[in-house]
């Protein structure tokens, strides 16, 4: 509809006037509203972001920690594994004291025929012969014990003259050997080192090595002139 020609009537200018600032009133206010949204959107986006990130890094950490949680239950259940082993070798120790049934012994001489005045020499083996590891006290050691051929006189003894030493637990898996040496220095000798020590003469004679009550095979030799 075409508005007439000339100057409009003041009260309806001032209408349209007031309707135009009211429509752009509306304008600004709807896009303030937009702008409002967008930046709202925007701070939404953000703390999606920082949310997303937050996961990631959470599930970064809970990577991260698994092996150790792993490493902890398997060494909980590596501890709880060994309890019973430990309990079982607390109720059932890994080396009994060695009876005189679970030790051998066997004594040997470095040669068959010595001089007289030299130092016979002697060796002996501790034998585990049981099933299982045990335990004795080897502080004094065994001792070398020569006699008269024919095993009615004992001329000479180890531990006659040397005071024993200090304790000296051994445990022995089953099987296991210890080795000893000593020397005779051919002259008698009695228990405490009492009386004179008399020189050995030149004729047949045999040593047997013995542990407690064990005491080895006899083994024989010579003192010649």
Do not use: H
Request: hydrophobic fraction near 35%; include cysteine; proline fraction near 8%.
């Amino acid at each position: 509809m075409l508005e007439p020609n000339g100057p409009l009537p003041p009260e309806i200018y001032w209408r349209r006037r007031a309707l135009a600032i009211g429509v752009i009133v509306v304008a600004l206010a709807i896009v303030i509203w937009l702008v409002t949204m967008v930046a709202r959107s925007g701070d939404s986006s953000g703390k999606t972001d920082a949310a997303t990130t937050t996961t990631s890094e959470s599930s970064s950490s809970s990577s991260s920690a698994e092996p150790t949680s792993t490493t902890a239950s398997s060494s909980s259940a590596t501890t709880t594994t060994s309890e019973p082993a430990t309990s079982s070798a607390a109720a059932q120790p890994a080396a009994q004291p060695c009876g005189d049934q679970s030790l051998a012994l066997k004594v040997t001489v470095g040669q068959p025929t010595y001089r007289v005045g030299d130092q016979p020499a002697f060796g002996t083996v501790i034998t585990n012969i049981s099933s299982a590891p045990c335990s004795r006290d080897l502080g004094p050691g065994p001792q070398f014990l020569v006699y008269t051929l024919d095993g009615q006189r004992r001329l000479w003894a180890s531990n006659d003259c040397n005071p024993d030493g200090p304790p000296d637990l051994k445990t022995l898996k089953a099987g296991e050997q210890l080795s000893y040496k000593g020397a005779w220095f051919g002259t008698t000798s009695q228990p405490n080192c009492a009386g004179d020590r008399l020189q050995v003469p030149a004729g047949a004679y045999m040593v047997v090595a013995q542990l407690g009550a064990i005491r080895s095979a006899a083994e024989p030799f010579n003192l010649a002139e």
